[in-house]
C-alpha cells in the first residue's frame, strides 16, 4: 500500500486575479463576525498572493512589521489595515444591511459597543 503525501493547503498560491482576491477578502469579511485577526489573516493571504514585500512598500511598511501586523496572531491598528487595503488595491466602503430602526440592526449596533468595553 502506498503512503499519500499531503501538502498544507495556501490559498494565497490559488489567489491570482484581483477579482478572486476580492471575492476572497468579500467571502472572509461575511464569515469573520467581526472577528479583526481573521480579517487581518485574510489579508495577509492576499499580500502574500500580490508579493508581501511591494505591498508592504506600498503601504509605506517594513516587511516585517507587515508579516506581523497580518500574521493572524493579532489585530492590526485601523490605520494599518486601511493602508494595506490601498496596497492592494481595494477601497473601504460601507453598505447598510438592515433598515435603520430594525431590532437586529440595533442588536447589532449594541454588541458592537459591549465587544469594545
Known sequence: MTKTITTRYDVAEHLRTPEEMAA????CLEEANGDAVFIAKA???I???KGMSQVARDAGLSRESLYKALSGERSPG???ILEVLGALGFKFHA???LEAGSSALQSAAADTRSSRR
Do not use: I, M, Q, S
Open 24 to 27: 476572497y477578502l468579500e467571502a
Open 47 to 49: 499580500a502574500r498572493a
Open 78 to 80: 485601523f490605520d494599518t
Open 43 to 45: 489579508l495577509g493571504d
Open 95 to 97: 453598505k447598510t444591511v
